[in-house]
Nanobody, 127 residues
């Protein structure tokens, strides 16, 4: 499975961006796999941002983005999205999408529970 993340860029604080993550393998469906967005800022560990559960589309967010970011999916396009509003300079990072390995558990925030990481897309928020 290859995940292609896109949509990053340079924006100002308060702006919005939409990230996309498309799964390329025809035999892989996001409708049967939970998906997550993570980010990694320079010198920091990769951290969970948002996840969407395969079964019912329920979502989980980190406290730092709750209320500002929205994860969604389009199963027909095999694509997940991350709508980011009210961006802050501290949101600057490379954003990655990934597949949660185990479908039998709820969304987990541990990067170790995910695989098939995309190449990442850089989001830079200037103050």
């Amino acid at each position: 499975v290859q995940l292609q993340a896109s949509g990053g860029g340079l924006v100002q604080a308060g702006d919005s961006l939409r990230l996309s993550c498309a799964a390329s393998r025809r035999t892989f469906s996001i409708s049967t796999h939970s998906m997550g967005w993570f980010r990694q800022a320079p010198g920091k560990e990769r951290e969970f941002v948002a996840g969407i559960f395969w079964r019912d589309g329920s979502t989980v967010y980190s406290d730092s983005v709750k209320g500002r970011f929205t994860i969604s999916r389009d199963t027909a396009k095999n694509t997940i999205y991350l709508d980011m509003d009210s961006l802050k300079p501290e949101d600057t990072a490379v954003y990655f999408c990934a597949v949660q390995r185990r479908a039998t558990i709820p969304i987990t925030k541990s990067p170790n529970e995910y695989s098939y990481w995309g190449q990442g897309t850089l989001v830079t928020v200037s103050s």
